[in-house]
T-cell receptor, first 115, second 114 residues
Framework: AQSVTQLGSHVSVSEGALVLLRCNYS??????LFWYVQYPNQGLQLLLK??????LVKGINGFEAEFKKSETSFHLTKPSAHMSDAAEYFC?????????????FGSGTRLSIRP | ETGVTQSPTHLIKTRGQQVTLRCSSQ?????VSWYQQALGQGPQFIFQ???????GRGNFPPRFSGLQFPNYSSELNVNALELDDSALYLC?????????????FGPGTRLTVT
């Protein structure tokens, strides 16, 4: 079965500092991986996705993620945090075993930005 | 292009009651998935509809049911509501039922069961 594990339920960084949100996946087939962001009282917005093309994926709002097969990781980074980045971030994998295109989400990481 | 919309935004129900949530898929999308997001957790897959038929189901009891209409909009029905059903319910649409196709999420419906 495919799954994702997010390390750290809460990450706090200073404005302008590097953002690093960790995600490890489990999959016996090449996975389709995603990062979603959820702002308070809103739905999910896709930040970026990995679909077996380039291992370094660039997304919206300056975020990027690197697929590392040897480490089964897909960590999300942003060089310089902005106050508007404060939100909940979810790593997810598309369940390619299922007849339904369901997405399996991690438990989320809440990102706080200190002024 | 209109995105995924959901109604209502919020609602409050009493334990034992029934509720219907609605979702309009993005233009051109024929697949709708429903997810339940409990407070502080990631979304959990409930089921998916493809061309008006259920195409897969997560680990939810039969009192969670759904419909998809010819225009590909969808309903989620929950009978005999329990307190644990309190959650944000998210609808997502995609242009194909295969896992390689991107899903677009709506803003969700916040259900509170008292």
């Amino acid at each position: 079965a495919q799954s994702v594990t997010q390390l750290g339920s809460h990450v706090s960084v200073s404005e302008g500092a590097l953002v690093l949100l960790r995600c490890n996946y489990s999959s016996s087939v090449p996975p389709y991986l995603f990062w979603y962001v959820q702002y308070p009282n809103q739905g999910l917005q896709l930040l970026l996705k990995y679909t077996s093309a380039a291992t370094l994926v660039k997304g919206i709002n300056g975020f990027e993620a690197e697929f590392k097969k040897s480490e089964t990781s897909f960590h999300l980074t942003k060089p310089s945090a902005h106050m508007s980045d404060a939100a909940e971030y979810f790593c997810a994998v598309s369940d390619l075993y299922s007849s339904a295109s369901k997405i399996i989400f991690g438990s989320g990481t809440r990102l706080s930005i200190r002024p | 292009e209109t995105g995924v919309t959901q109604s209502p935004t919020h609602l409050i129900k009493t334990r034992g009651q029934q509720v219907t949530l609605r979702c309009s898929s993005q233009s051109g999308h024929n697949t709708v998935s429903w997810y339940q997001q409990a407070l502080g957790q990631g979304p959990q897959f409930i089921f998916q509809y493809y061309r008006e038929e259920e195409n897969g189901r997560g680990n939810f009891p039969p009192r969670f049911s759904g419909l998809q209409f010819p225009n590909y909009s969808s309903e989620l029905n929950v009978n005999a509501l329990e307190l644990d059903d309190s959650a944000l319910y998210l609808c997502a649409s995609s242009s194909n039922r295969q896992g390689t196709y991107e899903q677009y999420f709506g803003p969700g419906t916040r259900l509170t069961v008292t």
